[in-house]
């Protein structure tokens, strides 16, 4: 079964920001172009699954708009990683020692306090597992680090403990990539 992992629109936000699971619009003309794309190559009877934050809802709005056939959920758990106290702030502005303990506890480090690695590959994992139950082709609409966390799922990784095992490629803004599940 194939699974469409789409990456939400550019965020209308400063570069060098962390902004993971903060709720920041995407750019209106690039949603619909992606959206465009997309309803152009899905197939009939796919399920669309979608982060709640507003760059992602966004783009399966207007998607539902161009393909009324597709099925539409939200799902919570397909957010991006919640950097806690981190986000908003310049990525360069956050203080070296704590990068440096995400680097070395990168699985279980809670960025900003919030959100550990692992706690993303549970939470994605157990998403996954409901699709591959499923069998029916689905459409994730997300954010890189579920798709990277996708990836590694897909490779049969449920849990990885160093930073040079975290993907490093996702699609770009509006794009996709496919997986089997």
């Known amino acids: 079964m194939k699974l469409w992992l789409v990456r939400h629109a550019q965020p209308q936000v400063e570069a060098g920001i962390c902004y993971g699971a903060s709720d920041i619009a995407a750019d209106p003309a690039a949603t619909r172009a992606a959206a465009q794309r997309l309803a152009a190559v899905l197939p009939v009877d796919v399920c669309v699954i979608s982060s709640p934050l507003q760059r992602c809802e966004r783009l399966s709005k207007v ?29 360069d502005a956050i203080p070296r020692a704590e990068l440096d ?71 770009a803004w509006g794009q996709w990539q496919l997986a089997d599940i």
């Open 63 to 91: 998607l539902r708009g161009l393909r009324p056939d597709l099925s539409y959920t939200p799902e919570p758990r397909l957010r991006e990683m919640d950097f806690g106290q981190w986000e908003g702030q310049r990525w």
């Open 101 to 171: 303990g995400w680097t070395a506890a990168f699985d279980t480090w809670r960025c900003g306090g919030a959100e550990s690695v692992a706690d993303v590959m549970r939470r994605v994992g157990a998403v996954w597992d409901e699709a591959r139950a499923r069998q029916q082709p689905t459409v994730w609409i997300t954010h890189a680090g579920v798709i990277r966390a996708a990836t590694l799922l897909a490779q049969g990784v449920r849990h990885i403990h160093r930073a040079d095992q975290w993907p490093v490629v996702a699609p």
